[in-house]
């Protein structure tokens, strides 16, 4: 078995080229995010410290999605340049396999993987929720009555006050706090009888509590309130569930789950989102293995430049078909746990086989 030093040598050398890659493309994206928030804002009054923390809130939710391939880019790096340097000529001259140096890496994608599960998932959830608020608050800052948006989520109720259309910028609290908040009121002909326009909006028990809100009534005109009651007969899970699913913490999907089951809405989004986060540990490991069978080609055979191109190939190809499958299952084509499972295990299981046919013959 490989050694106790040898094996810290090599997780070292694979964990630092993954954060450094992690951290750089991490930075880049915080740049350009800064970039154009700052194009965003244009005339507003919002200071430098305040675009920073919005895009330091955001950052983790892009992020998120760029492990993968960090993994991926940090295998390929760090197994050319033990290669390159011959130290892993000298490891293979000394009985070690390559089942053996490249179990440290294995092993470190797996532990990401369960890190980026159970600690960087709900903080990036909750730094998201964060940003939401923030962004909502400074783009409708200087919002009017008859402004106009498409951003953030609509949803529908029907109350003793009638049918009403609502759209919020930005949700928090478990759907329990609203910002940015457009009513649309109408009666049973479907006649528009109000407008409420708010700063927030918070669920109470039977009715939503519209803080500085502005209501325009054909006939009557526009009128002012500090706290304006409205009838609803939403709950917060029901409002959560307008919600994208990746917004939802990791440990509290099987709540998100049950709760929309019992409500009747369509869980399939939280089921998707709570197999994928699952089986992140099994795709980090197949990018590790695709890796591993593209760059322990040794250097003066050549033909290194095909062979990285091909490890980016398969990995791209692995995300992508791990996104399309995804989709599939949000639809309902699918079941989740296939969606969510299926191709981070063939990605494993095809490198396994392209090791074992290099390897072992």
Known sequence: MIGRTLGVYFGRRFLSSVLGIFVGCAGLIMLI???????????????F???????????PFFTEQLLPFAVLFG???TFLTLSRRLELVVARAAG????????????????????????????????KDRASR????????????FSTTTGGFWMRQQSVDGQAIIQAAATGNGGRELTGVNVFLFDDHDKLIERIEARRAVLDVGAWRLENARVLTPGIG???????????????????????????????????IDAATRVGFGAERYRLQYQSLLARPMLLLAMVLIAASVSLRVFR????????????????????????????????????????????????LMGVLILLHREDG
Request: one cysteine or more; aromatic letters at 10%.
């Open 222 to 256: 526009l009128q002012e309130y500090e706290v304006y009651m409205l009838a609803t007969n939403l709950t917060p899970n029901q409002v959560q569930e307008t919600l994208q699913s990746d917004t939802v913490p990791f440990w509290d999907l099987p709540a998100a």
């Open 75 to 77: 295998a390929i790096g």
């Open 33 to 47: 995010d800064l970039l154009e928030l700052s194009r965003r804002v244009g005339e507003r009054d919002v200071d």
């Open 134 to 145: 923030m962004e909502a608050e400074i783009f409708n800052r200087q919002t009017g009555l």
């Open 49 to 59: 410290g305040t675009l920073a923390l919005l895009v330091f809130y955001r950052m």
């Open 301 to 348: 055979f050549g033909g290194i430049g095909q062979t990285i191109l091909g490890g980016v190939t398969a990995g791209f190809l692995l995300y992508v078909s791990t996104k399309l499958a995804e989709d599939l299952g949000e639809a309902g084509i699918v079941h989740p746990v296939i969606a969510a499972w299926f191709p981070a295990v063939v990605g494993a």
């Open 96 to 127: 070690i396999s390559a089942w053996q140096f490249i179990a440290p890496a294995c092993l470190l994608a797996v532990l990401l993987g369960v890190f980026s599960t159970t600690v960087y998932n709900p903080a990036s959830a909750e730094f």
